[in-house]
């Protein structure tokens, strides 16, 4: 497949500015670039979700048109969104099976679907059962269902976007397996990741995108990481600074045995005890889906805690509403941006203001001070470098990494007392990142308490000034940083205490 000169315009952006790309197949080919740089632009246009302004592509050396996602169907064309697509009330068969065309009654073409599923579960090594619910699934599972659906449509080229981001370091080995499976077998797949290790282990080609241009194609075995961090950033990428030292301040928000449910099987919490202090970053590691979840949502009022309680700077808050907890200074940083960290219509301003919108110096005697709500939004529009048009943007139209920093400028910058971060880096480019974890550790001198949920080990070790580990909702233990050697972290959040 090839791209000739691609060009998208929104409203204020040039997403991209005459772009050049192609696909071989039997080849993984990576799309670097920064949050805002037009990766998941250039793929819509692929997969028939965007009409380009300018531009051509080439299928097997004969021009297409790519109308709808329907067109890209029919020419082999499967995407893997970020954002699953899946209904979580049908099976996977059913999944699998809806919106194709049905010869015969249901029930039959059901049966036909899971043996067809079966099989391309054992050709690529996807584990996965048809009958199973969507529901009931990890968001590992999901994906892999979101794969064969593709593959089940006969798709020759797969856009992955992002696909590791939800991933768990083993669920990241099992899709590269599955990847290698698929380009063995003749497959061409694209790759968008902003983890540079994953491009250098996995693709054999690699273009980085910067501001909507291409600024060039590589052999991937030609470049190194710190190769492709200047030449995705334009300069040199320094590093975190360091998180020097810190006298741990008064406790500010302390769970006594909490306990409560969970959705799917997983276990929730139980008699979970733990104290986040002042100046203090206490990170929170283990396998994803044990407990992490559930201990963010109890402690921001998003879930009722069935047993314990939980106090914030003192004074019991268990029952406290998230508006309540808002209030009272904590901040929370979600792990579902889209569904719990914003309203997507609402324009960049809005959604900054968003927590104190009804206080000054946003609004007095019941009216909004327009004037100091658009100086206050730009102010963080640039300290963040969120990438935007303009601050009456709606959200929605942002990229995914820039999302994530209007979150992070909204909720660092109003002073909390608490700030629970769940995931705060995933999705962002490696620039992103490095700030991100630089204001963590400038508000942690602060005085602000933290509780850093975080799949990524290395942000565990990088951030924390103590570690505790979680296994089948409960603390295995609780380290000082000094001691947290990964083998042991390892061990722990195996559910085995060395
Ligand atoms: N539907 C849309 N309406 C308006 N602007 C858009 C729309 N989609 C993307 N943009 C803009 O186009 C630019 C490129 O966005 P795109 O989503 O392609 O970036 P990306 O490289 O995928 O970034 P990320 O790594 O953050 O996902 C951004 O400035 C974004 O705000
Ligand atoms: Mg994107």
């Given at each position: 497949m090839e791209m000739r000169g691609i060009s998208k315009r929104f409203p204020g952006v040039l997403?991209?500015?005459r772009v050049d790309f192609d696909v071989r197949s039997g080849e993984v080919h990576a799309l670097l670039g920064e949050n805002g740089a037009g990766k998941s632009t250039l793929m819509k246009v692929l997969y028939g979700l965007y009409n380009p302004d300018e531009g051509e592509i080439f299928l097997e050396g004969k021009r297409i048109q790519i109308a709808s996602p329907t067109k890209a169907i029919e020419l082999g064309i499967g995407m893997i969104h970020q954002h699953f697509m899946l209904?979580?009330?049908?099976?996977v068969a059913e999944n699998v099976a809806l919106g194709l065309p049905s010869s015969r009654g249901l029930i039959t073409d059901l049966d036909r679907v899971s043996k067809r599923i079966l099989e391309l579960a054992e050709i690529y090594g996807l584990r996965i059962?048809?009958?199973?619910?969507?529901?009931?699934?990890?968001v590992g599972q999901q994906q892999r269902v979101e794969i064969i659906k593709a593959l089940y449509r006969g798709a020759s080229l797969l856009i992955l976007d992002e696909p590791t981001a939800v991933l768990t370091p083993q669920e990241v080995d099992e899709l590269f397996v599955i990847m290698r499976q698929m380009v063995k077998d003749g497959h061409a797949l694209i790759f968008i990741s902003h983890k540079l290790h994953e491009v250098v282990e996995i693709s054999q080609r690699v273009t980085v995108l910067r501001d909507g241009r291409k600024i060039g194609t590589r052999?991937?075995?030609?470049?190194t990481r710190q190769d492709l961090a200047n030449w995705m950033v334009g300069r040199e990428v320094g590093f975190v600074p360091d998180r020097g030292l810190s006298t741990i301040g008064e406790g500010r928000l302390r769970l006594e045995n909490v306990s409560s449910g969970s959705d799917r099987g997983t276990p929730g919490l139980r008699e979970v005890n733990l104290e986040v202090c002042s100046r203090e970053i206490l990170g929170v590691a283990g396998v994803s889906g044990n407990g992490q979840r559930e201990l963010a949502e109890v402690c921001t009022g998003l879930r009722k805690i069935t047993g314990g309680r939980i106090l914030l700077e003192g004074g019991e808050?268990?029952?406290?509403t998230p508006g309540e907890l808002i209030d009272r200074m904590l901040s929370y940083i979600p792990e579902e941006r889209m569904r719990d960290g914003m309203i997507k219509e609402f324009t960049i301003s809005e959604n900054m203001i968003l927590r104190e919108h009804h206080k000054k110096p946003f609004s007095s005697a019941g009216f909004l001070n327009l004037g100091n709500i658009s100086r206050y939004t730009d102010k963080l529009v640039h300290e963040y470098q969120v990438k935007t048009p303009s601050l009456e943007t709606p959200a929605k139209s942002l990229s995914g990494g820039n999302i994530q920093k209007v979150i992070l400028a909204r909720e660092l910058s109003r002073?909390?007392?608490v700030i629970i971060a769940a995931q705060p880096t995933r999705g962002l480019d490696i620039g992103a990142t490095e700030y991100v974890r630089a204001r963590l550790i400038e508000e942690r001198r602060n005085g602000t308490a933290i509780l850093l949920i975080s799949e990524d080990l290395d942000e565990i070790l990088t951030l924390s000034d103590r570690i505790a580990v979680m296994f089948e909702g409960r603390i295995m233990d609780i380290l000082p940083r000094a001691l947290a050697v990964p083998e042991k972290l390892g061990l722990l959040m195996a559910g085995v205490q060395p």
């Open positions: 997403a991209n500015d209904v979580p009330s049908l099976t059962d048809p009958e199973a619910f969507v529901w009931q699934l990890s052999p991937t075995a030609e470049t808050v268990s029952g406290l002073k909390p007392r």
